[in-house]
């Protein structure tokens, strides 16, 4: 299965899905945030860095079988600044 995860985080989405017991061939992570890359990267060696999503190109991605992602949350929450 190929996998796009957009505002991947820290791969969570590779780990749901490996606790799943789906089996991934592709990974492609879109991620800003350099902390939570370097895990992933450690984590998951194997996961392709696609960058922000806002510079993706939805042609590159068009065998990809499944699309994930959580939105940032840092505007909706208490602890920031809403």
Request: a negative charge; glycine letters at 10%; proline letters at 4%.
């Amino acid at each position: 299965m190929k996998v796009l995860s957009l505002f991947d985080g820290m791969s969570c989405g590779m780990i749901a899905l490996e606790r799943a017991g789906i089996k991934v061939d592709t990974y492609y992570a879109s991620e800003i945030d350099k902390y939570a890359i370097e895990i992933s990267k450690k984590n998951y060696p194997q996961i392709i860095q696609v960058g922000d999503v806002c510079d993706l190109d939805p042609n590159d991605f068009k065998d990809v079988d499944l699309i994930m992602g959580g939105s940032p949350c840092q505007g909706f929450s208490f602890a920031g600044k809403q």
